[in-house]
């Protein structure tokens, strides 16, 4: 054996500043008149092959063989997630919305936590590419290199976020597929091979830093991690949570944002950490006032409405997300031009608790199909220990249940359908709790006082 053959893998240039120099500062101006071509043929492929848009377009009266400023796209309809859900159901597999057949997709995701059949997020091989791609990006503007040893710690199964180690990959950090494994495991993985990098949410971030201290782990001298991305929940862009974890880690903390219904990330934070930057030249961004509809100025709070510029297999015009943010287009310090976002909340009751997605809806299932008790609730929420909580309250009709057994079987039954256990099940007698319709009455949401 002589001397080993140079390397056949084309390696990154570790010193460069961007993944992709020229779309990331591409001067505004530019990257409008970019997102102007792509939307105009994306709204006609959407027209041409996707049932439901076409529909959709004809009932709206517009056609996008008119379309000629970005502005024009605030006469097209709005999809949602009820949208969604109903086109799915009325043609499975895919449902309508889709503009491919299905030969060629090759991925779906799902969003979690949703009541009833999960809504499917497909992916042609060209979406996949794209989607890995953004994440390449900015898991690049965050500082990772091909140097670092990434553990990827969130859910493979079905979460869009699963598949985000691939970006990882693609930039060409070694990776560590670790998924939602148990925390000691988690921490073996860490410390045993020093990985650099890790993504999970930040009440877990916390609470695996806490976990570690117990087992006589400092997580900020006796592991190397220096970099946590996190998403899912607001933690990330608050800064006393964000102090908090990074000064736990002795690690800087970047926020992510990702949705199940176009990639696993769509925007992040970038090393200079004030607001996230959206992959602006693959998906439009528009801030609108929830109730007028009316784009709101930068810097006032609005639902964040997202359309996709390229995904194929289902494109997404005018997705109304539910969450409230700012968006920031002034020039950036790092010299990234695309819009920085921060989020401020959902504009519905729905709760996260641990990177899940739980509706209100979802305890009233299970509380109603648990035989001897009323079917009234309430669910409170809380933090502890930077971990976010919640406790139910149910009525017990059945003088003879058990209250131990019944409330096991109530927390049982959540944590089954909801994926997250309630800390405590009280039970109490008839009559205890308010009776009404509005659900909001039914959820005390204490972090928000
Ligand atoms: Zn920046």
Not at 382 to 397: M, N, P, Q, S, T
Request: proline share 6%.
């Amino acid at each position: 054996m002589g001397a080993p053959a140079e390397s056949a893998v084309t390696h990154v240039e570790v010193d460069r500043r961007y993944w992709n120099e020229a779309i990331e500062t591409l001067p505004r101006p530019e990257l409008e008149a970019l997102q102007l071509a792509k939307l105009k043929k994306h709204l006609n492929f959407a027209y041409q092959h996707s049932p439901y848009y076409r529909s959709a377009f004809d009932a709206a009266g517009v056609n996008p063989v008119d379309f000629k400023a970005l502005s024009d796209l605030r006469t097209y309809p709005f999809v949602n997630k009820q949208v969604e859900r109903e086109r799915q159901l009325a043609s499975p597999l895919l449902g309508d919305m889709v503009a491919v057949t299905e030969r060629d997709v090759v991925f779906v995701s799902a969003s979690s936590g949703s009541t009833g059949v999960p809504t499917l997020s497909p992916f042609t091989a060209q979406d996949f590419e794209t989607f890995q791609d953004n994440q390449a990006r900015l898991f690049w503007a965050t500082g990772i290199r091909p140097t670092d040893r990434y553990v990827h710690a969130l859910n493979f199964t079905l979460f869009v976020g699963g598949p985000d180690v691939i970006g990882a990959q693609k930039l060409g950090a070694l990776c560590f597929w670790a998924g939602t494994v148990p925390s000691d495991r988690l921490l073996f993985i860490m410390k045993e091979f020093q990985t650099t990098v890790t993504w999970t949410t930040p009440s877990y971030a916390w609470h695996l830093g806490e976990t570690a201290k117990e087992h006589g782990i400092d997580p900020a001298k006796d592991l190397a991690i220096r970099k946590i991305i996190v998403a899912g929940e607001p933690g990330g862009s608050i800064p006393a949570t964000r102090a908090a974890i990074e000064k736990l880690w002795n690690a800087e903390l970047f926020d992510f944002y990702g949705i199940s219904d176009i990639y696993g990330a769509c925007a992040g934070m970038c090393e200079a950490r004030d607001g996230l930057h959206l992959v602006e030249d693959d998906i439009l961004l528009e801030v609108l006032d929830p109730a007028t509809h009316e784009p709101v100025p930068d810097g006032q709070p609005g639902e964040m409405v997202l359309t996709t510029l390229t995904k194929a297999a289902r494109p997404m015009i005018r997705f109304r997300t539910g969450d409230i943010i700012t968006a920031d287009r002034s020039p950036c310090s790092c010299g990234r031009t695309h819009v920085r976002i921060k989020i401020i909340g959902r504009i519905d009751d729905m709760i996260i608790i641990n990177g899940v997605n739980v509706f209100p809806s979802d305890v009233e299932f299970v509380v109603r199909n648990v035989p001897g008790i009323s079917g009234e609730y309430r669910i409170t929420v809380y933090e502890k220990d930077h971990l976010a909580r919640f406790d139910i309250e149910v009525e017990k009709e059945d003088a003879a249940l058990d209250d131990t057994e019944l409330a096991e079987r109530i927390a049982h039954d959540i944590k089954t359908r909801l994926g997250v256990r309630p800390k405590v099940v009280k039970i109490l007698v008839p009559g205890s709790l308010p009776r009404s319709t509005h659900k909001a009455k039914r959820l005390l949401d204490l972090r928000k006082s």
